[in-house]
């Protein structure tokens, strides 16, 4: 089945630096989502990309959807303590609402 | 904005019980919900997609049998886990979709369940 591949899989920071994170995956998505979990919480949405080679900002955080459908990656600016967590990207391959997940990457930062 | 309920937050049980967790839009119709599985440290994985009025669509290796999932009305979904046993310990999480579009798409806060 389809799969998506997020690197990396944790990551701890400094407060202010900037963050980077990625997926690929093998198959064509039609789209692209960037989702934060909390402990104990369900996934909330940040950024949905909808066509290749979009690039979409909410706020401090950046997200590209790949030109070629199999990738994206989010970047997020100027870290603050409250962006630790678990990001999650997913992919929606016919708009359906049915998700495919990426494995997480879980931030860390330092104040 | 649209909020998805889930209940129980977190449920423990005895090994051979069932439990039935219930997923509710609370200001919206969902004619389509999913339910979710996450394990410890893992992503989440799909179950099945539960359809108003209809069968339940199952993920390869799901068990339908095991994990009844009824949707009965535009607003409540349930996922009944049947003769659980410890290893179906888990974090599950339904989400619900309120129209086209991934921001028409809502997650509930999940929960926990514990099989002693």
């Known amino acids: 089945g389809q799969q998506l591949n997020q690197s990396p899989q944790s990551m701890f920071i400094q407060e202010g630096e900037d963050v980077s994170m990625n997926c690929t995956s093998s198959?064509?998505?039609?789209?692209w989502l960037w989702y934060k979990q909390d402990p104990g919480e369900g996934p909330v949405l940040l950024i949905a990309?909808?066509?290749?080679?979009e690039l979409t900002s909410n706020g401090r955080l950046t997200a590209q959807f790949g030109t070629t459908r199999k990738d994206s990656f989010l970047n997020i600016s100027a870290s603050i303590p409250s962006d630790v967590g678990i990001y999650f990207c997913?992919?929606?391959?016919?708009?359906?609402?049915?998700?495919?997940f990426g494995q997480g990457t879980t931030l860390q930062v330092k104040p | 904005g649209a909020v998805v309920s889930q209940h129980p937050s977190w449920v423990i049980c005895k090994s051979g019980t069932s439990v039935k967790i219930e997923c509710r839009s609370l200001?919206?119709?969902?004619?389509?919900m999913f339910w979710y599985r996450q394990f410890p440290k893992q992503s989440l994985m799909l179950m099945a997609t539960?359809?108003?009025?209809?069968?339940?669509?199952?993920e390869q290796g799901v068990e339908k049998d095991k994990f009844l999932i009824n949707h009965a009305s535009l607003t409540l979904s349930t996922l009944t886990v049947t003769s659980a046993h410890p290893e179906d310990s888990s974090f599950y999480i339904c989400?619900?979709?309120?129209?086209?579009?991934?921001?028409?798409?809502?997650f509930g806060s999940g929960t926990q369940l514990s099989v002693l």
């Open positions: 990309l909808y066509k290749a080679g």
């Open positions: 997913a992919g929606d391959s016919g708009n359906t609402g049915k998700l495919i």
């Open positions: 989400s619900a979709r309120g129209g086209y579009g991934a921001e028409k798409l809502f």
């Open positions: 200001d919206f119709q969902a004619t389509t």
């Open positions: 539960s359809n108003e009025g209809s069968k339940a669509t199952y």
């Open positions: 198959s064509i998505f039609n789209t």
